[in-house]
Structure formats: structure tokens, C-alpha cells
């Protein structure tokens, strides 16, 4: 039996940065507004023709890559998280495992949404732990601005998600006393519709439906947020797998050198912070520059924290995430 650490992170953003101010230029919104409900400033929308969810992640892939250490030709699996992929299918797993020019290795794609970056880091670490692989590429990457409505109709869910992507490369431990020392993951699927995209879907409404219709009042294929249900389900889910990562292994909420929530919302992560009585050398956000990038929001906040110095040797850093679906994760890590 092996753990798996993490070896090397990296992030990439787009250089098109989206301000409150320029949301209200094309739609009934302004900065304060924005920023009283999310924490929000500003996000990163790609440039069409210069990035997509597979090119940003290939991006980050590759600081992650050179920061491990480890040579391209030794990554034995690609596991990528995203509900954005750049096709229906096939999923962008086997994408980056083109555009690196890996060798003919697996490629899983994870669809687990806010929470796919701990699931992906989850699957990666069982197989480490078992001994089948040595060195995984983990990615999480997501493009949300190209299907957003980007009007005052959607402005309840658009000002919140921005594009980007993160990365990091997975390698055999063989002291136990280090890196990844558990993962937890739930779902409760009966709140599925509570935060979701329902078209183009084969159970629903599929392309064909949507053309047939022609209907320009048609929401079905942007994405659906009830807020409020989401908050009130997120903070009690955030502290329960947080607590259950830290009981596994017989650690106390003192033990925390870092948090990493996802970023779904600052008040979330204020509300979790205030809870849990830490200060905020313990908790990284980002979402006042980035917004919710879902899949990508952890590994880009924590590759952050890791360039910032707030990571060291020896630190407890917890990673938690809560979001649609609905599933919630957790991991343990020894630095």
C-alpha cells in the first residue's frame, strides 16, 4: 500500500478579465449588488478561437507537469474534471492526452461539477494506492461564459462563473505518514434539479427538440440555480465532510494549516470560516478575482496558496467542496 502526493500544481486563467462594472453595461446589475451576494469583483471570460476547456487545461497541465519533476512519458493515467467539456463527446480527457502528446495512457473525465476536482483527486489517489499507477495528471478546467445568458433574465447565475483551469500531477509516497491521507465523497441526487443544465439531453430535451422548437423564451439550456436552496444545503454539507475528513484521522479542527473551499460563493466560505474559528492565514479565496469556476475553482486556489507560501512542509491542508448534483467532497492531505 502507497499514499500519493501531490507533486506539482499549476493554474491558468484567461487574460480577458470581466469586471461587475462591465457585467452592467449588458444587463440590470452593478457592483455592489454583485458583490453583497457572492463576494464577487471581477472573473476571467476566454477569447473565442483562443482557449477552450481542453487548451487551458493542457495549459496548466504543463506548469504542473515541469513543477513535479516528473518526465511527460512517465504519466501513467489522465483524470479530468469538467462539466464543460469542449464536445458532447468525445470528453477531454483523451484531448489532453493528444495535445501533450502522452503516450497511449487511460483518460477518465470526472462529471461531478464543484465537487469533480476532489472526486477526480479521489479516483486518482485509490489508484496510486493500490500500486496499478505511479504518476496521475489531475486536471480541473471549465469554460462557463460561452454558455451563459448574458442578460438580466440570467444575471441570477452569469455573474457568478468565470473560465479557468487547474492541475496537478499525483505521485507515489511511500511514507504514510504523508500526502493524501483520505478522501470523502456523498451525493443526494434527489436535489439534482436544484442546480442543473437539463439541455441538450438525451432524457430531456435533445438538439433536435431545442431546433424544432425555435423558441426564443426557451431556458432549458442554460444553467438553473436555486440560490437560496443551495447556500442553506451547502454550509451544512461543507461542515459535516470537513469533520468527517478531520475524524478519520483522529485530527482536530486545530490541526488545519490551510482550507481550501471550493469557490462558490465568498459568504459560503465566510460562513464556514466562522464556524470552523479559523483565521484567515488558514482559508484561501480567490473568488473575488476568478468567480465560481466549478471543477477548476480548487486546484487554481490551491496551486495560489502552494506560489503564496501559505503551503509548507508538514501543513494539514484540507480541500472541500460542495455543489450541483448534489455531491460534496473532502480530502486530507499531509504536506
Known sequence: MYHSKIAGLGY?????????????????????????????????????????????????????????????????????????????????????????????????????????????ISVADQYIKTGMYKNILVIGSEVHSTGLDMTTRGRGVSVIFGDGAGAAVLSREEDLSKGILSTHLHSEGQHAEELALQAPGMGARWVTDIIADNDPNDESYYPYMNGQFVFKNAVVRFAEVINEGLEANGLQVSDIDMLIPHQANLRISQFIQNKFKLTDDQVHNNIQKYGNTTAASIPIALTEAWEQGKIKSGDTVVLAAFGSGFTWASAIIKW
Open 12 to 120: 491558468y486563467v484567461p487574460s480577458n478579465v470581466v469586471t461587475n462594472d462591465d457585467l452592467s453595461k449588458i444587463m440590470d446589475t452593478n457592483d455592489e449588488w454583485i458583490q453583497e451576494r457572492t463576494g464577487i469583483q471581477e472573473r476571467r471570460h476566454i477569447i473565442r478561437g483562443e482557449d477552450t476547456t481542453t487548451s487551458m487545461g493542457v495549459k496548466a497541465a504543463k506548469i504542473a507537469i515541469e513543477r513535479s519533476g516528473v518526465a511527460k512519458e512517465d504519466i501513467d493515467l489522465v483524470v479530468f474534471a469538467t462539466l464543460s467539456p469542449d464536445y458532447y463527446f468525445p470528453g477531454p480527457g483523451v484531448l489532453v492526452q493528444r495535445d501533450l502528446g502522452l503516450k497511449t495512457v487511460g483518460a477518465l473525465d470526472v462529471r461531478n461539477q464543484c465537487s469533480g476536482f476532489v472526486y477526480a
